[in-house]
């Protein structure tokens, strides 16, 4: 980091030098992305610190494994002062190997491949992972960081921006990176684990998995992990603990591990996964994007109108498809929704981003 951005972090006092470290960091990220950024102004990172549940607004969606999640999304101010701390949070730490969540160049399938040609996973999820790290544990981070330390009032402050209610929000973009600051010692003790029973380890947010060649050293290893999470102030969620092996369908990061049985193990996106979208071109197709939103339960819900959310989702979908295994049939999903796209009047790609869009009719003049 360059020196004068690393002096306010290191000395900074008050409202006036964040403000101006934020305008830099913002301006640092909107260079390299190709855009002008505004200034913010005193008394509106003074309002954010004041107040920060103001600039959030709350909602549900459902989980795959039923029931609701809890999002608490930064309102668009507060999500770029996030957005422009994320280049601070990585710079501030190594992360292992072992970690793949949003760490650049790693991503779900190298995730899962860590586990390929191995006979029994252990899949463990992390209890209520964000709200459990604390403001207080963020704080002492940045202030004790083996890189760079934060003066009092700039860790406090910046540890203030990135949290609500005195922990993580699920729907920040800083709050997976910050896990990464915080589990760094989790990770060397969950590897040397791993080491102890002869399995293999890696991490995705708060997807724990361990592999290995029998079921036995799993066992052995369950009780000892679970151990460790509490001592790092996490718990286990044994609702989603679960030891998969051969004789059943193995699941890492919603990823399939396949074909160890016949010699060549590959990553896959499930079946079920690949059906829903060619449903869903189909319907497009067949019913017009209208119908097909509504046949796909798309409400309208969080301010998006259900035509271009049906559309969003779509795109993303096909998107991950092709990132994980971009076969043929997945090769003609794509040209499949660039067909529609076209047929709806849409003069972008299937691999235009539309999120900054408000309803189609907007997306369709990109």
């Given at each position: 980091m360059e020196e004068h951005l690393s002096t306010h972090l290191r000395t900074g006092q008050d409202v006036q030098t964040l403000t101006r470290f934020l305008n830099a960091m913002l301006l640092r990220r909107a260079e390299k992305d190709g855009w002008t950024p505004w200034r913010w102004q005193e008394r509106q990172i003074d309002a954010m610190l004041t107040d920060p549940s103001w600039f959030y607004r709350s909602f549900t969606i459902p989980k795959k494994s039923g029931g609701l999640r809890h999002i608490d999304a930064p309102k668009r101010t507060?999500?770029?002062?996030?957005?422009?701390?994320?280049?601070?949070f990585s710079e501030m730490f190594t992360p292992s190997s072992q970690v793949y969540g949003f760490v650049k160049g790693r991503g779900i399938v190298d995730n899962a491949s860590v586990h390929l040609g191995q006979s029994a996973l252990l899949n463990v999820d992390i209890q209520g992972f964000f709200p459990s790290v604390s403001r207080s544990r963020i704080e002492a981070i940045l202030k004790d960081g083996p890189v760079l330390r934060l003066s009092e009032y700039m860790a406090r402050s910046i540890a203030r921006l990135c949290t609500l209610h005195g922990g993580l929000p699920q729907g920040s973009p800083a709050s997976a990176v910050l896990t990464n600051l915080v589990t760094v010692r989790l990770d060397a003790r969950l590897a040397g684990l791993a080491e102890q029973f002869g399995c293999r380890y890696s991490r995705y947010v708060d997807d724990i998995t361990l592999s290995a060649s029998s079921r036995a050293a799993l066992d052995r290893a369950l009780p000892k992990l679970e151990m460790i999470l509490l001592s790092?102030?996490?718990?286990?969620?044994?609702?989603?603990?679960?030891?998969?092996?051969?004789?059943?369908?193995?699941?890492?990061?919603g990823l399939v591990l396949s074909g160890e049985r016949i010699g060549v193990p590959a990553v896959n996106v499930p079946r079920p996964y690949r059906r829903q979208v060619r449903a869903m071109l189909h319907h497009w197709r067949k019913h017009g994007i209208s119908e097909a939103a509504a046949r796909n339960g798309f409400d309208g819900d969080h301010g998006v109108r259900p035509d271009l959310a049906f559309v969003r989702q779509l795109q993303g979908r096909i998107a991950h498809l092709r990132h994980v295994n971009p076969t043929p049939e997945v090769?003609?999903?794509?040209?499949?929704?660039?067909?529609?796209?076209?047929?709806?009047?849409?003069?972008?790609?299937?691999?235009?981003?539309?999120?900054?869009?408000?309803?189609?009719?907007?997306?369709?003049?990109?």
């Open positions: 507060l999500k770029l002062v996030q957005w422009a701390l994320v280049p601070l790092e102030g996490f718990a286990l969620n044994t609702n989603k603990t679960r030891i998969q092996t051969l004789s059943m369908r193995r699941e890492v990061t090769e003609r999903f794509y040209t499949d929704l660039s067909d529609l796209l076209v047929s709806e009047g849409f003069r972008t790609s299937p691999d235009t981003d539309l999120e900054c869009c408000a309803d189609l009719e907007s997306a369709k003049a990109i």
